[in-house]
């Protein structure tokens, strides 16, 4: 079956560096991913999708890259800031016809001052 | 958040009885899902529904029922027969014009049990 990861740990940065997350998926080629931002207490919030045929893609501070022959999307943030931390999962399109999304469990970030 | 209302935001359910949730959108989107998210855990689809009078199981449909009566409204009851539900449920909303399906939640209803 199908099966996306993302690291359980959180992930704790200093402010000002890049901030690196992993989605690996298997037994499974999307047309596209999708990255969402969510905040405790609060719904998810889109913010990057990605083509299978597209290798990146950027939204100001923001950049996902997309290698489907390593199953992998990486989701940077540059010259993270305190307000960047939450937790960030990805989401792949289902394998039927169906408007359904298959979301990773999310990674933590933490952006320290 | 935006054009998609979930209600009310914390609510609690003694043994044995039913409880609704609600979710209203003014998106103008025909598709509506619903999901259950744990701590520590991500989003598991329960139902979800592209079409008025329409909807299908989820991952983890057992123990919940959905109607969809009106194209702004999908109410979630998660019913007796749920022995877990304690819970934070999250109610999305996607438009079916593309492929794309990116999806716009609410804020979420927090269900805990007596």
């Known amino acids: 079956s199908q099966k996306i990861e993302q690291n359980s740990e959180a992930l704790n940065i200093q402010e000002g560096k890049t901030a690196t997350l992993t989605c690996n998926y298997t037994n499974y080629s999307p047309a596209y991913l999708q990255w969402y931002r969510q905040d405790p207490g609060r719904g998810p919030v889109f913010l990057l999708l990605?083509?299978?045929?597209?290798k990146e893609k950027r939204k100001e501070r923001l950049k996902v890259t997309f290698d489907t022959t390593l199953k992998q999307s990486l989701f940077h943030i540059t010259a993270s800031q305190p307000a960047d931390s939450a937790t960030y999962l990805c989401?792949?399109?289902?394998?039927?016809?169906?408007?359904?999304?298959?979301f990773g469990s999310g990674t933590r970030l933490l952006v320290r001052p | 958040d935006g054009g998609i209302t979930q209600s009310p935001k914390y609510l609690f359910r003694k043994e044995g009885q039913n409880v609704t949730l609600s979710c209203e959108q003014n998106?103008?989107?025909?598709?509506m899902y619903w999901y259950r998210q744990d701590p520590g855990q991500g989003l598991r689809l329960i139902y979800y529904?592209?079409?008025?009078?329409?909807?299908q199981k989820g991952d983890i449909a057992e123990g919940y029922s959905v109607s969809r009566e009106k194209k702004e409204s999908f109410p979630l009851t998660v019913t007796s027969a749920q022995k877990n539900p304690t819970a934070f449920y999250l109610c999305?909303?996607?438009?079916?014009?593309?492929?794309?399906?990116?999806?716009?939640f609410g804020a979420g209803t927090r269900l805990s049990v007596l």
């Open positions: 990605i083509r299978e045929n597209e």
């Open positions: 989401a792949l399109d289902g394998t039927d016809s169906s408007y359904k999304l298959i």
């Open positions: 529904s592209q079409i008025v009078n329409d909807f």
């Open positions: 998106l103008n989107h025909d598709a």
């Open positions: 999305a909303t996607s438009s079916t014009s593309g492929r794309l399906n990116i999806q716009y």
